[in-house]
């Protein structure tokens, strides 16, 4: 063999072994880099607060659409309850409300009973007389009632009063427009018979038409022609 040919050979096998080195260097470097632990880096850490911080607000924010869903569902409810009772009292309303007669007062005098005490009347005296007056009234105000006052007097056959201070009343009651109610009161004799119990004044407390759940009052004065009765 030439000596120049076993020169190049030896340079060649020199050369494949460098270059075997130079690629397992190359080859372990580059799976060196890939390897590097992410979560060292800067930008790793940046995003991965940044990650957090959005999840964090996510959750709050479904807790506040969860909570404000649950403040809408009740307050659709509220109103769908109160629009129910609203018509319920609107068909009330409708129904009675062609009872109210105009030119009438609130409260019309329907009968008076000017009722003696039972117990005086069984036993034939020997103690103090009363009467209970009871006053039958129609409810003509439009509104529904809940309570109901009558102002009386007793006046003698000659004319003159003889107790000007007679009230009857009702309270804690329900009354629709256009039905009645009796009012009554506890009246001592003092030389009543004959003479006349002639209402003077009315007083109602009725469900206020301007503010719901809520009543006021409303009052008026009876005429000449209201209906009156004879003490017997």
Known sequence: MREGSRFWRIVGMIVAVIAAV????????????????????????ALAAQTKKVKGETAENRKKTKDLTEQRDDLRAKVVEQQKKLDEDKKLYQQYAADVQAGQPGLIVESISPDIDPWYTELGGGF????????????????????AYVDYQIIGKDGTILDGDGHAYASNIVVYPGKTVVVDDMLKDAGFPGATIRPTKYEATIASPKYPNSTEGIDGQYTDDVKTAVIP
């Open 22 to 45: 130079t690629l397992t260097f190359g080859v372990a470097f580059a799976i060196g880099r890939a390897t590097k632990d992410p979560t060292t880096d800067q930008t790793y850490l």
């Open 128 to 147: 103090d007389l009363y009467y209970y007056p009871k006053i039958t009234v129609r409810n003509n105000t439009g509104h529904v009632m809940y309570g």
